[in-house]
C-alpha cells in the first residue's frame, strides 16, 4: 500500500507558484508579504531557502492575525515533507502547533495529539503532549501520563507551562498527593522562568490566574486579598494581550478574571467595614 504522504515532495519551484498564487490579506500580513519578498526569485520562479525553512517563518509571522488558508496548507504540506522524508523531530513539533494553536485557523486536536506524540519528538512536544493528556485533547484524559510528561518538560526544558500544570496536579491531588504549598511553590517558579525567558502573553495570564487562587483559600486579610487582586488585575492584562493573537477562546477567561476581581473587592470592602466599626 502506498503511503501518500511520501509520494512527492514539494520542490522549490513548487513551493514558488503556490506561494506566488497564495490569496492572503496583504495589508493585514506585512510580515508574510516581506518574508515572500525575500524567499521568492521571481527570475528563476524558485524559493531561496528550504520549504520547511520558510514554514517555520511563516508560522512566526502576523502574530495578531488568523492565519489564511493558502499560507496555511504550503505550510502543513512543507512541514510535512520534513517530517515524512527524514522523519525530522522539529517539523512533527511545528505540525502540532500548527493544529494546536488557534491563531493558524485549523484547530484539530486529534492532529496536533498525533504529532506531539510521534516517537521521535523533542522537548517543546513534551510539554504541549503532557497538556493533551492533562485536558484530554485529542486523546484521553490520564493524569499519570500528563504528569510524567510534565515532570520530564519541566526537568529537561525548564518550562513555565509544564511547571504551573504540576503545580495544577498538586493543587487538585490530580494523581499525586494534595498538596497546596507545592502547587504555590510551583507556580512561583514557573513565574519565574516565564520572566526569565520572556514566554507569551497567555502562559503569564494563566501563573497569575492560579497565584490569585492560591491566595484566595488563604484566611482573607489585606495582604491576601492585595495579592490575589494584583495577581488577577495582571492576569486580565496578560489575557487581554494575548487576544489580540485571535485566540478567541480566551474571552471567557477574561470573563471569569473579571468575576474574581469583583470577588477580591467585596472581601476588602467587608474588611475595611469591620476596621470601621466601632467597638462596643
Same mark, same amino acid.
Given at each position: 500500500?502506498?503511503?501518500?504522504?511520501?509520494?512527492?515532495?514539494?520542490?522549490?519551484?513548487?513551493?514558488?507558484?503556490?506561494?506566488?498564487?497564495?490569496?492572503?490579506?496583504?495589508?493585514?500580513?506585512?510580515?508574510?508579504?516581506?518574508?515572500?519578498?525575500?524567499?521568492?526569485?521571481?527570475?528563476?520562479?524558485?524559493?531561496?531557502?528550504?520549504?520547511?525553512?520558510?514554514?517555520?517563518?511563516?508560522?512566526?509571522?502576523?502574530? @495578531?492575525?488568523?492565519?489564511?488558508?493558502?499560507?496555511?496548507?504550503?505550510?502543513?504540506?512543507?512541514?510535512?515533507?520534513?517530517?515524512?522524508?527524514?522523519?525530522?523531530?522539529?517539523?512533527?513539533?511545528?505540525?502540532?502547533?500548527?493544529?494546536?494553536?488557534?491563531?493558524?485557523? @485549523?484547530? @484539530?486536536?486529534?492532529?496536533?495529539?498525533?504529532?506531539?506524540?510521534?516517537?521521535?519528538?523533542?522537548?517543546?512536544?513534551?510539554?504541549?503532549?503532557?497538556?493533551?493528556?492533562?485536558?484530554?485533547?485529542?486523546?484521553?484524559? @490520564?493524569?499519570?501520563?500528563?504528569?510524567?510528561?510534565?515532570?520530564?518538560?519541566?526537568?529537561?526544558?525548564?518550562?513555565?507551562?509544564?511547571?504551573?500544570?504540576?503545580?495544577?496536579?498538586?493543587?487538585?491531588?490530580?494523581?499525586?498527593?494534595?498538596?497546596?504549598?507545592?502547587?504555590?511553590?510551583?507556580?512561583?517558579?514557573?513565574?519565574?522562568?516565564?520572566?526569565?525567558?520572556?514566554?507569551?502573553?497567555?502562559?503569564?495570564?494563566?501563573?497569575?490566574?492560579?497565584?490569585?487562587?492560591?491566595?484566595?483559600?488563604?484566611?482573607?486579610?489585606?495582604?491576601?486579598?492585595?495579592?490575589?487582586?494584583?495577581?488577577?488585575?495582571?492576569?486580565?492584562?496578560?489575557?487581554?494581550?494575548?487576544?489580540?493573537?485571535?485566540?478567541?477562546?480566551?474571552?471567557?477567561?477574561?470573563?471569569?478574571?473579571?468575576?474574581?476581581?469583583?470577588?477580591?473587592?467585596?472581601?476588602?470592602?467587608?474588611?475595611?467595614?469591620?476596621?470601621?466599626?466601632?467597638?462596643?
Amino acid at each position: 500500500m502506498i503511503n501518500v504522504e511520501k509520494e512527492w515532495l514539494m520542490t522549490p519551484d513548487v513551493a514558488y507558484e503556490r506561494l506566488d498564487r497564495a490569496i492572503y490579506n496583504h495589508s493585514a500580513c506585512p510580515e508574510t508579504a516581506h518574508i515572500l519578498y525575500l524567499y521568492l526569485n521571481d527570475e528563476k520562479r524558485e524559493i531561496t531557502i528550504p520549504p520547511k525553512e520558510l514554514a517555520k517563518e511563516l508560522m512566526e509571522a502576523d502574530k @495578531n492575525h488568523l492565519m489564511d488558508n493558502d499560507i496555511f496548507n504550503f505550510i502543513d504540506k512543507a512541514l510535512r515533507d520534513g517530517y515524512y522524508s527524514i522523519k525530522d523531530p522539529w517539523a512533527s513539533y511545528y505540525l502540532g502547533c500548527l493544529y494546536y494553536f488557534e491563531r493558524f485557523n @485549523n484547530v @484539530n486536536y486529534e492532529k496536533a495529539f498525533n504529532y506531539f506524540s510521534k516517537k521521535k519528538h523533542i522537548g517543546p512536544s513534551t510539554v504541549l503532549l503532557g497538556e493533551c493528556y492533562f485536558y484530554g485533547r485529542g486523546t484521553e484524559q @490520564n493524569f499519570e501520563k500528563a504528569f510524567f510528561c510534565l515532570i520530564q518538560s519541566a526537568l529537561t526544558d525548564n518550562s513555565a507551562r509544564s511547571l504551573y500544570l504540576l503545580g495544577d496536579m498538586y493543587l487538585n491531588g490530580y494523581y499525586v498527593d494534595k498538596d497546596i504549598p507545592e502547587a504555590n511553590d510551583l507556580y512561583f517558579h514557573a513565574l519565574e522562568v516565564a520572566d526569565e525567558v520572556d514566554s507569551s502573553s497567555e502562559t503569564k495570564a494563566e501563573i497569575y490566574e492560579r497565584l490569585g487562587k492560591v491566595y484566595l483559600l488563604r484566611p482573607k486579610t489585606l495582604e491576601t486579598l492585595n495579592f490575589a487582586l494584583k495577581t488577577f488585575n495582571l492576569a486580565e492584562q496578560h489575557y487581554l494581550e494575548a487576544m489580540q493573537e485571535y485566540m478567541f477562546s480566551l474571552k471567557d477567561k477574561v470573563k471569569e478574571i473579571r468575576n474574581l476581581q469583583m470577588e477580591v473587592r467585596e472581601y476588602l470592602d467587608d474588611l475595611i467595614l469591620m476596621d470601621k466599626e466601632p467597638v462596643s
